[in-house]
C-alpha cells in the first residue's frame, strides 16, 4: 500500500515527469504547474511506495458560466507499472477526506 501525503515543493518535478508519462501531452502537466503558481491547487497529493513518487492527484476551484462553484479533481495519474492496485483510488480517497 502507498503512502499519502501532501506535495512537497522538490516533488514539482517528479509530478511533471510522472504527468508526461501517463498522459499524450503535457496539458495536464502545465495545467497542475499553472495552479501550483498561482496559489490555486487545493489540495495536491503524492503517492509514494519506497520513497519514490507513484502517483499524484490534484484538486482545485472550479466555477461555472451559470455561477456554480466546487473542488475539481484532475488530474489522477499513476506510474504505468504501478497501476491496477488502488493506488488511484487511495489518493482520491484522502483528497476527499482531507
Same mark, same amino acid.
Given at each position: 500500500? /502507498?503512502?499519502?501525503?501532501?506535495? &512537497?515543493?522538490?516533488?514539482?518535478?517528479?509530478?511533471?515527469? $510522472?504527468? @508526461?508519462?501517463?498522459?499524450?501531452? !503535457?496539458? @495536464?502537466? !502545465?495545467?497542475?504547474? /499553472?495552479?501550483?503558481?498561482?496559489?490555486? $491547487?487545493?489540495?495536491?497529493?503524492?503517492?509514494?511506495? !519506497?520513497? +519514490?513518487?507513484?502517483?499524484?492527484?490534484?484538486?482545485?476551484?472550479?466555477?461555472?458560466?451559470?455561477?456554480?462553484?466546487?473542488?475539481?479533481?484532475?488530474?489522477? &495519474?499513476? /506510474?504505468?507499472?504501478q497501476r491496477r +492496485?488502488?493506488?488511484?483510488? !487511495?489518493?482520491v480517497r484522502a483528497?476527499? @477526506?482531507?
Amino acid at each position: 500500500m /502507498a503512502t499519502i501525503r501532501p506535495e &512537497a515543493p522538490a516533488d514539482s518535478p517528479t509530478i511533471t515527469g $510522472l504527468l @508526461e508519462a501517463c498522459f499524450p501531452t !503535457q496539458a @495536464e502537466s !502545465q495545467l497542475v504547474t /499553472a495552479l501550483r503558481r498561482a496559489g490555486r $491547487l487545493s489540495l495536491s497529493l503524492v503517492a509514494a511506495e !519506497q520513497g +519514490q513518487v507513484v502517483g499524484h492527484v490534484a484538486f482545485s476551484p472550479v466555477s461555472t458560466a451559470a455561477g456554480h462553484s466546487g473542488t475539481g479533481l484532475a488530474p489522477l &495519474a499513476v /506510474a504505468p507499472g504501478q497501476r491496477r +492496485q488502488g493506488i488511484g483510488a !487511495q489518493l482520491v480517497r484522502a483528497g476527499l @477526506e482531507a
